[in-house]
């Protein structure tokens, strides 16, 4: 397998560090920038070490399976990253919070990306996605349309998942 890659991806958001560092952390409730997956923890609280899950909507599928990292309120949240749908190694994914001109500058970098793998695919697409809806959300409330009728979609079809992504074969 070729060398590990990295990607970095950054935007600038007009709003708080705290409206945006909770958008990227909050629990039990779809992240609309974040393919409107519902962050799921073992146990309460982003502590390092703690297993954690991006779930679709119903709970019935993990989507992600890793563990917190770093979190350090409201600059830096990191974790690791794998898809359950494919047998790639886990990657990290790191946010960084600066507040700018303008309001908070979000850095989103992927570390140790599995170079030839559906996870880079993956990861080179949805870096600009998530932080396009994430600046979305926190300056009008939501993502914009063509990703809310997305969404939409991912929840009609979520029975089309492979059965390794279901949430009981993914334990917290």
Request: glycine share 10%; aromatic share 6%; with cysteine.
């Amino acid at each position: 397998m070729a060398e590990p890659k990295k990607a970095v991806f950054r935007i600038v958001i007009n709003g708080t560090m705290e409206a945006v560092f909770r958008e990227l952390t909050k629990t039990g409730e779809p992240q609309g920038a974040v393919f409107n997956a519902v962050l799921t923890l073992g146990e309460p609280g982003l502590v390092r070490g703690r297993k954690m899950q991006m779930r679709t909507g119903s709970g019935k599928h993990a989507i992600v399976a890793g563990e917190v990292v770093e979190h350090e309120a409201p600059t830096r949240f990191a974790h690791t990253h794998r898809f359950t749908q494919h047998d790639d190694p886990s990657c990290t994914v790191v946010y960084d919070l600066r507040k700018v001109e303008g309001g908070v500058e979000v850095t989103l970098t992927v570390e140790n990306i599995p170079a030839g793998t559906k996870t880079e695919t993956e990861m080179m697409r949805g870096g600009d996605f998530i932080l396009k809806n994430l600046k979305a959300i926190v300056e009008t409330g939501r993502p914009p349309f063509g990703t809310r009728l997305m969404y939409a979609m991912f929840g009609a079809l979520e029975f089309v998942l492979p059965a390794r992504t279901k949430s009981e074969n993914w334990p917290l």
